[in-house]
């Protein structure tokens, strides 16, 4: 594939880096430091937008490669960026959703008053910083750094209340990541690069970068260290430090399950998987069909635990342990449809999920509650926040016109091209539909047709302010846009597999 070079990556990368520094600078004044976050949002999405006309396949754009060499270490080893369809579709979906986020985020901390509003921007930011340098690495040592920046730079975010509950969840966030990180990945990455000479992602999902003569049961082994220590991906048992991370401000949950943690963990995952391993090999070691039901587990287990629990956010959480698995799924079919239904809901889910949170934060705001069992009749008091609810829920679900139909759809269409096991994978899809529908459709029954609690008279409550609905009204409104019209991101994950 061609290629050209240019420095529009490194300052997509760079732009939320000053953006932070910015935001420190200006933090006794709390307008002109958000401004400074609106600014270097704005910036950032238009920078990695314009870069669609290049990298996108034709009919959108010219379908070549953006590269952009930092510095190089040894051969084959150095810091560099590189833009394709793949990371395109992440930092497209990241970029923008770090606009809406931080008019959210100014309603939100001020309308509770929050402490340390300046470290919280700040940290946001570099939060997105680490998010879009994953999204643009051109190896996996870049891709490691930027790992590691985000895991360090969410940690004040999670611990943000500073208290005893916060320094728990923030302690074990910490621990379980890197730990992870250095303990499985970094070993592997030195291994693949004394087998490869190289740690360069290959052009070419299928081949990857071990040749055919590489020990198998070493390649094996890589693998299983690659996909367990990249633990921001949620997948079981190393899925707990992501509950725990609840503790934190709702923008902060929205944007660890739906910008930047998570998501960095699940396109590391994939990308891994896809551009070091690649489909061959992993076909040829039968590699696929393990992981696939391996994150079946977590898919259907997340979604009892799901069940189980009446803070809304805590259910949210275990959505997300649920949800990620789908992306992880989609790849280990190892099938055209099947890689496209896991990658596109990388930006399907992202835009869904942080509607459910924002959600949860505004019905916070508004009533102080947290409870399901204390929502009910709630929805007939705050009709955009609940119905947006609604709306993200379906794309959970899977239903249509909502973003969540086209992942669903096409990991069935996937699941249904495996040579074999395609029952078994269809059985835990619709197991897991059902299960999605048991947990999120209560939520909004209970909000418009449940009695209120007794003594409830919901005076005075009404919705959070603008600045917090308008963000909600627009992430649900694109969820259900790249339902109905799922070509744009579409094109992108089908020039990932050919």
């Not at 409550?461 to 846009?481: G, N, Q």
Request: hydrophobic share 55%; glycine share 8%; net charge positive.
């Amino acid at each position: 594939m061609e290629s050209i070079e240019s420095v529009r990556p490194l300052l997509a990368v760079l732009t939320a880096l000053v953006g932070a520094i910015l935001v420190m600078l200006n933090g006794r004044k709390p307008n002109v430091r958000e401004t400074w976050s609106f600014v270097a949002a704005l910036t950032m999405f238009g920078i990695i937008a314009s870069m669609i006309g290049i990298v996108a396949p034709a009919p959108l754009g010219e379908g070549k490669l953006i590269t952009c060499k930092v510095f190089t270490i040894l051969p084959g080893l150095g810091v560099s960026f590189r833009v394709d369809a793949f990371s395109m579709v992440f930092a497209m979906a990241a970029s923008f959703l770090w606009i809406i986020a931080v008019f959210y985020s100014a309603g939100y901390m001020r309308g509770l008053h929050e402490h340390a509003q300046t470290r919280f921007n700040a940290c946001f930011a570099l939060a997105l910083f680490g998010a879009i340098g994953v999204a643009f690495s051109d190896n996996l040592l870049t891709m490691y750094l930027f790992y590691e920046i985000v895991s360090i730079c969410t940690y004040p975010l999670v611990a943000h209340h500073q208290d005893e509950e916060g320094y728990e969840g923030g302690k074990k966030y910490i621990v379980y990541l890197t730990t992870t990180a250095k303990g499985l990945v970094l070993p592997a990455m030195i291994l693949i690069y004394v087998l490869t000479g190289s740690l360069d992602f290959a052009h070419d999902i299928h081949k990857g970068v071990f040749s055919p003569e590489t020990n198998a049961a070493l390649v094996t082994v890589l693998y299983i260290c690659c996909l367990f220590g990249f633990a921001k991906n949620g997948v079981m048992p190393f899925h707990n430090w992501l509950p725990s991370a609840m503790v934190a401000p709702t923008p902060v949950s929205a944007l660890l399950h739906a910008v930047a943690v998570v998501k960095v963990g699940v396109f590391c995952t994939t990308r891994v998987m896809l551009y070091i391993f690649g489909v061959d090999t992993m076909s040829a070691l039968n590699l696929g069909v393990p992981t696939a039901y391996f994150v079946s587990f977590t898919i259907l287990t997340a979604s009892i635990i799901a069940l189980s629990k009446d803070n809304l956010k805590a259910r949210l959480a275990y959505s997300t342990v649920s949800q990620l698995s789908y992306i992880i799924l989609g790849v280990a079919l190892l099938t055209p449809d099947g890689i496209q239904g896991g990658l596109v809901h990388i930006a399907n889910h992202a835009f869904s999920k942080i509607t459910l949170f924002f959600c949860a934060g505004a019905i916070y705001v508004a009533t102080h509650k947290k409870s399901i069992s204390e929502m009910g009749g709630l929805g007939r008091t705050m009709p955009f926040t609940f119905a947006a609810f609604a709306v993200a829920s379906l794309s959970m679900i899977g239903a249509p016109p909502v973003a969540g139909f086209v992942t669903k759809w096409k990991l069935l269409v996937g699941a249904m091209e495996m040579p074999a096991h395609s029952i078994g994978i269809l059985v835990v899809l619709l197991a897991s539909t059902l299960l999605n529908v048991a947990y999120f459709a209560p939520v909004t029954f209970k909000a418009f047709f449940g009695k209120r609690p007794e003594g409830e008279v919901y005076e005075g409550v009404r919705e959070a302010p603008m600045a917090m609905v308008v963000p909600i009204l627009i992430a649900a409104t694109i969820s259900v846009i790249i339902g109905i019209c799922p070509d744009f991101f579409m094109t992108f994950v089908k020039a990932v597999t050919g």
